[in-house]
């Protein structure tokens, strides 16, 4: 019963480096999203996808990329990082839209140095 | 866009006692409203959610209470315990442009004493 399975769990980068977070999940959800949490500011949400197929920008996208490969998987990109992209960045997954349950991944703590 | 602003930062209590944390919210297009529990290490898992049909939902020790008209909800812990210490999180989905987008609020760290 894995639910939403994110790697890596840690990551240390360098600036200017990329790297992609990889999320996925085995509920055969139709929505997934990835949220950064930052001390102090909640979760954000970066970008999310309604659907296999779709992407849509959330609140705070820039420095960031995803694809949706398939309905499981949903990935973030970064292409050249940047020291304020270090958080903690969650990936969760909901069976319909924002206003069913989110189940979210253990997280993937990011420093960029 | 949606704002959630979430009250107070941090709270103490005693445990046996009563934690109340309170939320506001601009705009959703569903009436929908979570609470979001955090253990540190982890991430949130959905703690009890408020569809307001009602004014207010009750499992165990945990209560939402809705107010519609001053767009404002509150989680409210009775009997806190030291095993609900967590981060709590508030959130309301989008409307509009934002349709399918879930807000959260900044979080309320809880800190039952035993």
């Known amino acids: 019963n894995a639910g939403v399975t994110q790697t890596p769990k840690f990551q240390v980068l360098k600036t200017g480096q990329s790297m992609t977070l990889q999320c996925a999940q085995d509920m055969n959800h139709n929505s997934m999203y990835w949220y950064r949490q930052d001390p102090g500011m909640g979760l954000r949400l970066i970008y999310y996808?309604?659907?296999?197929?779709?992407?849509d920008k959330g609140e705070v996208p820039n420095g960031y990329n995803v694809s949706r490969l398939n309905k499981r998987e949903f990935s973030l990109r970064l292409e050249s990082a940047a020291p304020s992209q270090t958080s903690v960045y969650f990936c969760a997954s909901s069976r319909g839209g924002s206003n069913e349950k989110l189940f979210f991944g253990s997280g993937t703590q990011l420093s960029v140095l | 866009q949606q704002q959630v602003k979430q009250s107070p930062q941090s709270l103490i209590v005693q445990k046996g006692g009563i934690s109340i944390i309170n939320c506001a919210y601009e705009?959703?297009?569903?009436?929908?409203f979570p609470w979001y529990q955090q253990f540190p290490g982890k991430g949130p898992a959905l703690l009890i959610a408020i569809r307001p049909d009602v004014s207010e939902k009750k499992e165990g020790r945990f209560t939402i209470s809705f107010n519609k008209s001053a767009k404002q909800f509150s989680l409210h812990i009775m009997d806190s315990q030291p095993g609900d210490s967590a981060t709590y999180f508030c959130a309301a989905p989008g409307g509009g442009s934002t349709l399918g987008r879930l807000y959260f609020g900044r979080g309320t760290q809880l800190t039952v004493w035993p």
């Open positions: 705009n959703t297009a569903f009436d929908y």
């Open positions: 996808s309604a659907s296999e197929g779709t992407t």
